[in-house]
């Protein structure tokens, strides 16, 4: 596909895990983010994986990439009322080019 | 001290009419990006600049042209604004380097054409 594939919507509970998954088009993308934006805000790097790497951990945050299914998540733990957002994964298939997703809006209840 | 910074926050303007959208860097990039996030919130790269140099210019109507000034601002004109215009557009910086290329964003500007 040429789009960059994220799911619209999560609605989790606050202390459960949340998986936000995507999927990318170019399998030469060096580098995957995930992007955080709140209301009204730019957007916030998270994290990012370079493409030799299957996993990184980041405190709460863990990403794992499949590079022969072009798929990556962002696993985050231990969900909280204030990581409602919506969360962005891009790649980056040459330089000074970025592909976003829609976006995927995180809601945590209480 | 706001990284990057857009202005005006909000735009509300009539068909035909010529507008600018301004943006500011204090990080020390020498690269900065104009952005459109269509309604769907995805980003589409408009134009790339690095050093005050177009490096980037996807297929966008010439009815947009970048200015950078210096290699902290790059403005956006948009000459005879349509309804398909409207849109939030976000501007950012980054550096080009062997490492990755992070990019920070500024906060948008939602531009509405009546």
């Known amino acids: 596909g040429e789009d960059v594939e994220q799911s619209l919507f999560l609605s989790v509970r606050e202390g459960d895990s949340s998986v936000i998954n995507c999927t990318y088009t170019d399998s030469s993308s060096t580098y995957l983010y995930w992007y955080k934006q709140e209301p009204g805000a730019g957007l916030q790097l998270l994290t990012y994986?370079?493409?030799?790497?299957d996993m990184k951990q980041d405190q709460r945050l863990t990403v794992l990439l499949n590079k022969k299914d072009k798929h990556l998540s962002l696993r985050i733990a231990d969900t909280q009322t204030g990581d409602s957002a919506i969360y962005f994964c891009a790649e980056s298939p040459r330089d000074n080019d970025m592909r976003f997703g829609a976006g995927t809006r995180l809601t945590v209840k209480p | 001290d706001t990284a990057v910074s857009q202005t005006p926050k909000y735009l509300v303007t009539q068909m035909g009419n010529d507008k600018s959208i301004k943006c500011e860097q204090n990080?020390?990039?020498?690269?900065m990006y104009w952005y459109k996030q269509d309604s769907k919130k995805f980003l589409k790269i408009m134009f790339s600049?690095?050093?005050?140099?177009?490096?980037i210019n996807e297929t966008v109507p010439n009815r947009f042209s970048p200015k950078s000034p210096d290699k902290a601002h790059l403005n956006l004109h948009i000459n005879s604004l349509e309804l398909g215009d409207s849109a939030v557009y976000f501007c950012a910086s980054g550096d080009i380097g062997t490492t990755a290329d992070t990019q920070y964003f500024g906060p948008g500007t939602r531009l509405t054409v009546l």
């Open positions: 990080l020390g990039h020498d690269t």
């Open positions: 994986i370079f493409s030799n790497m």
């Open positions: 600049y690095n050093n005050k140099e177009l490096i």
